[in-house]
């Protein structure tokens, strides 16, 4: 259920150190005041020489299409390093973006001319408004912040560039200031994971490969994720016998339905409520495809390759209206046009740099993403993979719209540890990046460090701790 985001609920302003508030600062207090429940409470460290994990983490993400704020309280347990990683999801739901800064960021991208001053301020209010959305969704579901250990958040890309020209360097810009959300919630923030991934010479995305192999992973079947989301992924992770998560790569095909999105929004229509019209019926007009299939340079670069709003944003969707328009199409037939368009792509990616058709066709395809429930595009696919048997990321026990918060969710608790993340085997750089996002310190920032720590035992090294190899998901009873 998503839940709408009307106006702006109070939220902690700073660290506020009264005696009844937060558990941790109650505990500091009670030190201070030299309380007799100061030995009560031993550290971790002194309750055992090896304690496991468990990390309460609350992930948050902002897909491309900027509709929804989606969350998944995570549980993450682990008995050792080298021991099977548990993750059980605690609670997930979604939370409306308010149409106001949806809006007036659809407008900057489309003047393509923000000032500093305005890219600040609309860093500084998406991380306000994360805040409030964390609010929103701790508050409907019974949810102590105090219980949280800490926060991964995804951010709002509005741009990335992963393969720059020549004399430039790979950037990104990412909305939502990980320090603003730690300040109104007094919960330790991980965000801005892409600049890490780009600082170490790789593109900054595809994010979520590690999860996707470590839930699809098989002993003899070869499994392909497609994300359909503003933009699309694939990901392909070989049989087990094969190489499984060791040899799986992934990238960007290019268009999800960011520009689907951006045609019912230009003739006049919401893409959230209107998915039903009559503008779902139309005639595909087919020279456009093809010449865009043809033509488009992001579609001809081989792989690695990651894109976002930049290429097919609101500017080409435009073009595309106005290339069928010239044709005598209808809106309905523009829609249509562009939902092929987007299949196609998918499938021409899929075909060009995967295995192969006959690969594919006896594999197991999983879809996920908002273009799940756009019918044409899954049956675009499955009439040009029939062989292949089509799924839902359900089966993994993570549900479709909480993958990406439990991915930053999981990228947030590695950060804290410093344990490296499986790395696809179509990287710019192979190397691990250990530490994939910037840390802004909440109110029991001491006690997360200690916990970090102390897992796996005190003096171990980033290269000591081993990479995740299994990945179980609890069920709830």
Known sequence: MVTVMKGL?????????????????????SKVNGGSDTSSSPSPSAEQNNPGLDLLILGLTSGTAMDDIDFALCRFT???????LCLEIVQYDSVVMPSKIRSDILAMLREDAAPPSMLSQMDAEMGHTFANAIHIFTHK??????????IGSGGQLITL??????????????????????????VTTVSDYRTAEQAVGRQGAPLFAYLVGLLLHHPTRLQICITIGGITTVCFIPPDNRGGIDAMYDWDTGPGTCMIDSAFRQFGLDPTTDQASSLLYGQICHPVVEELLANDEYLKTRPPKTTAREIFG?????????????????????????????????????????????????????VDGRGMSNMQLIADLQNEFPG?????????????????????????????LGRALPVPTNADVRR???ITGKLAPGLRWREIIEKSVAFGGAGRGWEGLPEVRELIVKQKV
């Not at 004399?167 to 959300?181: D, F, K, Y």
């Not at 037939?333 to 075909?351: N, W």
């Not at 089966?395 to 950060?415: C, D, I, L, R, Y």
């Open 314 to 366: 609101d500017a080409m969707a435009h073009r595309i209206v106005e290339m069928c328009a010239y044709r005598g199409c209808t809106p309905a037939d523009t829609i249509a046009t562009l939902t092929r368009f987007t299949s196609a792509s998918i499938a021409q990616q899929m075909l060009v740099f995967g295995p192969g058709r006959e690969a594919i066709n006896n594999a197991d395809i999983i």
């Open 161 to 186: 560039t992963g393969f720059p020209p020549h004399g430039q360097h790979r950037s990104n810009m990412c909305l939502g200031e990980g320090a603003v959300i730690s300040a109104k919630t007094g």
């Open 9 to 29: 609920i109070p939220a902690p302003k700073g660290r506020v150190r009264t005696s009844v508030g937060h558990k941790y600062l109650e505990a500091l207090q």
């Open 432 to 434: 691990p990046n250990t």
């Open 388 to 416: 292949a048997t089509f799924g839902t990321f359900e089966s993994t026990g993570v549900p479709s719209n909480a993958k990406k918060a439990v991915g930053f969710a999981m990228q947030a608790m590695e950060a804290i």
């Open 78 to 84: 682990q008995g050792s390093p080298e021991a099977p």
């Open 141 to 150: 579901h019974g949810i102590a912040l105090d219980d949280i250990d800490m």
